[in-house]
């Protein structure tokens, strides 16, 4: 059975940095790797994502802020996240989908950062 945990979620002064990590258990091939993340009362936003050749894209909001990494070998995404602000707090989940035609989505439970002033 797949499972994708993440972790690295904290409470950080605004300007500061964290690093989330997010890793699969059990089989499974990857197409791509992403990172969302929730806000309170708010829909769930695309934070970043990349491909197994390495192409990212980010939100518009955290763009030049924060950087994805991955290995495709050890099922391990990475998010670093620098000059946090504020509006950063949420809740950040993992999502990988699966190779193949179905691209079945996988997804972790989530992790918390909070950033205060």
């Known amino acids: 059975q797949v499972q994708l945990v993440e972790s690295g979620g904290d409470s950080v002064q605004t300007g500061g940095s964290l690093k989330l990590s997010c890793a699969a258990s059990?089989?499974?091939?990857?197409?791509?790797m992403r990172w969302y993340r929730q806000k309170p009362g708010k829909e769930r936003e695309f934070v970043a994502s990349?491909?197994?050749?390495?192409?990212?894209i980010y939100g518009e909001s955290v763009e030049g802020r924060f950087t994805v990494s991955a290995s495709y070998v050890r099922n391990v995404v990475r998010l670093q996240m620098d000059r946090l602000q504020l509006d950063d707090t949420a809740t950040y989940t993992c999502n990988m989908d699966e190779t193949g035609l179905t691209g079945r989505p996988f997804w972790g439970p989530g992790t918390r950062v909070t950033v205060f002033s």
């Open positions: 990349i491909d197994r050749s390495g192409n990212t």
């Open positions: 059990g089989f499974l091939s990857v197409r791509i």
